[in-house]
């Protein structure tokens, strides 16, 4: 039995009918999405999802200073979600990951969906500390944590996660930036930057991790196939 994986960080200014198209088209088992905005009647993601069969949990995490919308991380799965928890891993520019207990057949999944805070790619002690308190909330076992950790993989926070969980994609294809305006004071004029991850406890065993083509959001969504089979039940 295998599972498609899905992460993606929408945009919460983000392309509403290409994301729907993408999602809808891709039909993922589990998806962890950042910048939900389930306040927003246009962009109604977690509505077209829940239309669409799936179950799910989110966890708001900041407000949009322009328009006062929320921002919030969720995660879908075709599977029951049977409990779920929010962590807050930092007070000061506040961030929090938000975990689902996804049951599939007899096997509980821990499954994490994250979204750090945005550093412009430089060295920063409130992301490290938010990246250290996810890493004291995680199993060892039965683990997936994905998101936009806003972090390149030559930076503390990616090497911090790398040293307790898997990183499913050695590759490290650029995920970040489809459009300019999604970073103004960046102003990335490519995709040229890693930002995006999936992470699994080293007892899953995962196989074609992928970066997919949407221009839906300023990031693209990146995916990976989890072999159910090889898990300890």
């Given amino acids: 039995m295998q599972l498609k994986i899905l992460s993606w960080n929408i945009w919460y200014d983000g392309h509403f ?4 198209k993408f999602l809808a088209s891709f039909n993922a088992d589990i998806i962890g999405l950042q910048e939900v905005v389930p306040d927003d ?3 109604d993601t977690i509505g077209f999802l829940k ?5 799910y949990v989110f966890a708001p995490v900041k407000t949009i200073k322009k328009d006062g919308r929320t921002m919030s991380n969720a995660i879908f799965s075709k599977y029951p979600i049977i409990n779920s928890e929010t962590y807050v891993l930092s007070k000061t520019s506040s961030r929090n990951a938000l975990r689902a207990d996804i049951k599939i057949r007899e096997i509980v999944l821990n499954v994490f969906n994250t ?3 945005h550093t412009h790619q430089q060295p920063s002690e409130i992301q490290e500390l938010q990246i250290d308190n996810l890493i004291k909330v995680l199993p060892k076992e039965k683990t997936i944590v994905m ?5 390149t993989p030559e930076s503390n926070t990616i090497k911090k996660m790398g040293g307790i969980l898997k990183n499913t994609d050695p590759g490290l294809i650029p995920t970040w930036s489809v459009y300019p305006e999604g970073c103004p004071v960046c102003n990335p004029e490519k995709i040229d930057i890693r930002l995006d991850y ?3 406890s080293t007892d899953i065993k995962t196989n074609l991790p992928k970066v997919e083509n949407s221009k839906g959001s300023d990031h693209l969504p990146i995916s990976i196939i989890i072999e159910m089979i090889d898990l300890p039940k």
Avoid at 17 to 20: G, L, V, W
Avoid at 51 to 55: A, E, P, R, T
Avoid at 147 to 151: I, L, Q, R, T, Y
């Fill in 51 to 55: 239309k669409l069969g799936y179950h």
């Fill in 147 to 151: 998101g936009d950790f806003n972090a």
């Fill in 17 to 20: 009918d290409e994301i729907c």
């Fill in 41 to 43: 009647p246009a962009r």
């Fill in 198 to 200: 999936i992470f699994v």
């Fill in 115 to 117: 979204h750090l805070l």
